[in-house]
């Protein structure tokens, strides 16, 4: 790999001296070229394989090296962006300063896109629920030079070069991804068959990239397991859903049944409730109080605009002082309107409205009068 160049000293190269600047621009188009060729054309590694890499062993000299490569990539990107933006640079000085910049960045990347591959290689295959799946990072570091691939100001042959990073990128996580499903096959296998829910095998799908890997053609037993598995559980759930229907069918059944039956039972009920408020209001017509107060609760409540009266003793005084005032009058025929029964009269000129409530052994229990 190349150790990576003084962008600076490059660039002030190709403003003032024009041979070592295309000196310059020749290392990087050729560092360029010879990395993303490695990266083509080297074997994927497998998992646990530290020899990608001559002399990159570890991770920790991997992770190393790859931080270096994005700093100088991301000082990079943002004087390529500045060079744009130049005013004091002529057409000519631009377009040199630009292809130098991005023949840079593109042999960056390439060396970075060797190390992600190699770092890939060392990290742990198990897929764990909650965890990043294992080739997470790498399709990770793929974005990213799919990104730079697209960068404004990238001069177009560089562009091209980091594309071709990105398909090689592309070759490596397809190897990775289908030892992650065959190196994790037996637990998922497992872990499908003790799914009980629809909810906990799609989780199981989604963790193992089940989808993914049937699409790239791998672990089609498993992948046909899972699907016997979810064919068996829609069909339990199906069964089940039809049980429910069924029970809660019964049960609005019976709750109309009910309701029928106790509209039936409030109104035979209302029928002899009017028959109660008919024989009271006959008797109040004719001033026969102790026929009235028969068909009275003895905890009677009388609410009148003039006040609210409770028991026998206060209605039946109430009704005295209304008859001695002058303005007695008449309660009405009561009838049955909107489930109750209500009577129309007059007293005093004026028309009253009386409404009737009752008690459980039939007797009044409230008379709400309103004008």
């Not at 190393?64 to 744009?84: N, V």
């Not at 764990?128 to 030079?145: D, H, K, N, T």
């Not at 009405?332 to 009737?356: E, H, L, N, W």
């Amino acid at each position: 790999m190349m150790a990576t160049r003084d962008l600076a000293l490059a660039l002030s190269l190709a403003c003032g001296f024009a041979a070592q600047a295309a000196s310059e621009l020749d290392a990087a188009r050729t560092d360029a070229e010879k990395s993303t060729n490695v990266l083509e054309q080297r074997p994927c590694p497998d998992f646990g394989d530290k020899r990608y890499l001559t002399g990159m062993t570890s991770e920790q000299q991997i992770v190393q090296s790859a931080e270096r490569e994005r700093s100088y990539q991301d000082t990079a990107m943002q004087q390529l962006q500045q060079i744009g933006r130049d005013k004091q640079l002529d057409q000519r000085q631009r377009t040199n300063l630009q292809t130098l910049a991005s023949w840079s960045i593109a042999a960056s990347m390439a060396n970075w896109s060797l190390l992600q591959v190699a770092n890939q290689a060392l990290q742990n295959p198990l897929v764990a629920r909650g965890q990043p799946y294992p080739s997470a990072a790498l399709e990770g570091a793929r974005e990213r030079i799919r990104r730079v691939a697209e960068s404004s100001g990238l001069q177009a042959d560089a562009a091209e070069a980091v594309r071709r990073q990105v398909h090689a990128i592309d070759r490596c996580l397809t190897n990775f991804n289908k030892s992650v499903f065959q190196l994790n096959q037996p637990q998922f296998d497992a872990e499908v068959e003790k799914a009980s829910t629809l909810a906990e095998l799609s989780q199981v799908e989604q963790t193992y990239r089940a989808r993914e890997a049937a699409n790239a053609g791998h672990g089609k037993d498993s992948v046909d397991r899972l699907a016997a598995r979810k064919s068996a559980l829609q069909e339990e759930d199906r069964i089940a859903r039809e049980k429910a229907n069924a029970v809660n069918a019964a049960d609005a059944s019976r709750r109309r049944a009910d309701q029928e039956k106790q509209q039936a039972e409030y109104r035979a009920k209302l029928s002899t409730y009017l028959a109660v408020a008919k024989r009271f209001t006959d008797a109040s017509d004719r001033g026969d109080q102790r026929a009235a107060v028969a068909e009275m609760a003895n905890d009677i409540v009388m609410s009148t605009p003039t006040g609210t009266y409770r028991g026998i003793d206060q209605v039946v005084e109430a009704v005295r002082r209304q008859a001695a005032s002058g303005r007695a009058g008449s309660l009405g025929t009561p009838q049955i309107t909107q489930d109750r029964i209500v009577a129309y009269g007059k007293s005093g000129g004026m028309g009253i409205r009386t409404i009737f409530s009752f008690d459980g052994s039939g007797r009044i229990s409230r008379m709400d009068i309103s004008i």
